[in-house]
C-alpha cells in the first residue's frame, strides 16, 4: 500500500454560520498528482489554506507529512512547497537572488543552494537567464521556475493554485512535464486547475461543490461511471446541473 502524505478525515471549516469545507473526507499518497477541482466558491481554497498550514480546521483531522494541522501547522509549512496562480517571486531580484533566497527561507545551507543553483539552472536550461531579472522574463519561464522553486528543497508534498494560468499550450505541457518529473520521484503533487484537460492528466481527482466532495477517482472511472467522454463533462454533469455557466476558475 503506498505511503499516505495526506490524511483528511471529517474536516469542517466555518466562517460565523457559513460552512466553507463541509465534513471533506479524503487521502492522498506519496508520488500521487492529485487533482482539486471546482466551481467559484466550491471551497478549495480554504481547504488547500487549511492543509498548507496556513489555516486551522474548526474540526476535523487533518495530517499532512505526518503532522496535525491543528497542533504542529509550522511543521507542515517546512515539510512542503507552494505555488500559487499569482507570480510569487521577487521581481525585482535575478534568477539566481530568487533560488538563493528561497533556499533560505526553506532552512537550507548556503553550501546546498550553491549547488542546486547550478543543478537547477542546468535541468531548466536557465543558464543564460541566471543573472536576469524576474521581471524580464516571459511569464512561461517564469512559472517554470516558480515551480522548480517551490521544489528546491525537495519537500514531501508541493501544492500548485492554478498553476498554469495565462500560459500559452505548449508552455502548460511542458510544465506537465515537470510535474510528472516530480511525481516520478516521490513528491506529491497536490494541483488546482481550471483547465478540464489537465484534470485528465491526474492520477486522481476530487471534485468540490458547495464545500463537500461530490466524486473522487481516477479520470478514467469517473469518466466511465458518469457515461462521459472527457472530466469537464463529468464536472459539468457534478458540480454545475442547475448553473451552467458557473466559471470553473477560482474557489
Known amino acids: 500500500m503506498p505511503e499516505k502524505v495526506i490524511?483528511?478525515?471529517?474536516?469542517?471549516?466555518?466562517?460565523g454560520g457559513f460552512i466553507a469545507n463541509d465534513d471533506l473526507n479524503f487521502d492522498v499518497y506519496k508520488g500521487e498528482i492529485f487533482g482539486f477541482l471546482g466551481a467559484n466558491g466550491a471551497g478549495k481554497t480554504t481547504a488547500i489554506r487549511i492543509l498548507s498550514g496556513l489555516s486551522r480546521p474548526t474540526s476535523g483531522e487533518v495530517i499532512v507529512a505526518g503532522y496535525d494541522a491543528n497542533k504542529k501547522p509550522e511543521m507542515i509549512k517546512r515539510n512542503i512547497g507552494y505555488m500559487c496562480q499569482k507570480f510569487?517571486?521577487?521581481?525585482?531580484?535575478?534568477?539566481?537572488?530568487?533560488?538563493?533566497?528561497y533556499g533560505g527561507i526553506y532552512g537550507m545551507k548556503l553550501a546546498v543552494i550553491k549547488n542546486r543553483v547550478h543543478d537547477l539552472l542546468e535541468r531548466l536550461n536557465f543558464e543564460e537567464y541566471e543573472n536576469r531579472i524576474i521581471a524580464d522574463?516571459?511569464?512561461?519561464?517564469?512559472?517554470?521556475?516558480?515551480?522548480?522553486v517551490a521544489v528546491l528543497h525537495e519537500p514531501k508534498i508541493v501544492f500548485l493554485d492554478e498553476p498554469t494560468g495565462g500560459v500559452d499550450p505548449i508552455t502548460r505541457r511542458q510544465f506537465w512535464e515537470m510535474i510528472y518529473e516530480t511525481?516520478?520521484?516521490?513528491?506529491?503533487?497536490?494541483?488546482?486547475?481550471h483547465y478540464m484537460d489537465e484534470a485528465e492528466y491526474c492520477d486522481r481527482i476530487s471534485i468540490m461543490n458547495e464545500g463537500k466532495i461530490v466524486?473522487?477517482?481516477?479520470?478514467?472511472?469517473l469518466k466511465r461511471k458518469y457515461n462521459a467522454e472527457t472530466v469537464e463533462e463529468v464536472f459539468i454533469k457534478i458540480a454545475r446541473p442547475v448553473a451552467p455557466h458557473t466559471p470553473l476558475k477560482g474557489g
Open 7 to 15: 490524511t483528511v478525515q471529517h474536516l469542517m471549516k466555518k466562517f
Open 215 to 221: 466524486a473522487l477517482d481516477t479520470p478514467a472511472e
Open 137 to 148: 522574463l516571459p511569464l512561461g519561464l517564469r512559472q517554470k521556475l516558480a515551480f522548480a
Open 88 to 101: 510569487s517571486l521577487y521581481e525585482d531580484l535575478t534568477v539566481r537572488e530568487n533560488i538563493i533566497l
Open 183 to 193: 511525481a516520478a520521484g516521490g513528491i506529491t503533487v497536490f494541483v488546482t486547475t
